[in-house]
């Protein structure tokens, strides 16, 4: 009887010790998760950015490319090319 008894607690010291490591493992990946996660989204904001960016070069381009047009109109009917 004694021995079922030590048994069980060593089994149970034994399930405690695996759910501690199983907890420490689980809490280190979800730290790694996080840290990745972040990173992530960091990228992302950066890229989104970058989108931007790209966005008013295009817009400022054609604003630009607009303005040359006309001024090219005005020449050609000041020379009567048109």
């Known amino acids: 009887m004694t021995d079922d008894v030590e048994n069980v607690l060593l089994e149970h010291k034994g399930l405690r ?12 990946e979800t730290e790694n998760l996080k840290h990745r996660m972040s990173a ?3 990228a992302m904001i ?3 950015r ?3 960016a ?5 817009a ?5 490319l607009d303005q040359l047009v006309e001024r090219i109109r005005r020449i050609e ?3 009567e090319l048109t």
């Open 54 to 58: 790209g966005d008013e070069t295009d």
């Open 50 to 52: 970058e989108v931007t």
């Open 17 to 28: 010790n695996d759910l501690r490591e199983f907890r420490n493992e689980f809490h280190t």
């Open 46 to 48: 950066n890229v989104k």
């Open 60 to 64: 400022r381009h054609l604003v630009q």
């Open 40 to 42: 992530l989204e960091t």
């Open 77 to 79: 009917r000041r020379l």
